[in-house]
Nanobody, 124 residues
Framework: QVQLVESGGGLVQAGGSLRLSCAAS????????MGWFRQAPGKERESVAI????????WYADSVKGRFTISRDNAKNIVLLQMNSLKPEDTAAYYC?????????????????WGQGTQVTVSS
């Protein structure tokens, strides 16, 4: 069982930066792929950035490549999402999620555990 708590969201002007943090409970955090997802009003949830259980592979949505960076610290049970050059279209609720390492980390359905979300609003 993994419990996830996100923090770091807020209101920022276009071009600004935010860093989201996801704190995980449980001794087996290092056994999970971790992902950041977002959902804007009226839109489907989409994958933003994913890092595998050991950090060997990282995936980004095309819309955030070069602007967002995902990282994890297995010793501290945290996963971070550094977001730079933010755009109004990045406005959404952001969620972190965990998927057991034996699953395909690219599939949203692989993620069993989800945080409550943190709101990111980018003004133009």
């Amino acid at each position: 069982q993994v419990q996830l708590v996100e923090s770091g969201g807020g209101l920022v002007q276009a071009g600004g930066s935010l860093r989201l943090s996801c704190a995980a409970s449980g001794r087996t955090f290092s056994s999970y792929h971790m992902g950041w997802f977002r959902q804007a009003p009226g839109k489907e949830r989409e994958s933003v950035a994913i890092i595998t259980w050991n950090g060997d592979s990282i995936w980004y949505a095309d819309s955030v490549k070069g602007r967002f960076t995902i990282s994890r610290d297995n010793a501290k049970n945290i996963v971070l999402l550094q977001m730079n050059s933010l755009k109004p279209e990045d406005t959404a609720a952001y969620y972190c999620a965990a998927a057991p390492r034996g699953r395909n980390f690219r599939m949203v359905a692989a993620y069993d555990y989800w945080g409550q979300g943190t709101q990111v609003t980018v003004s133009s």
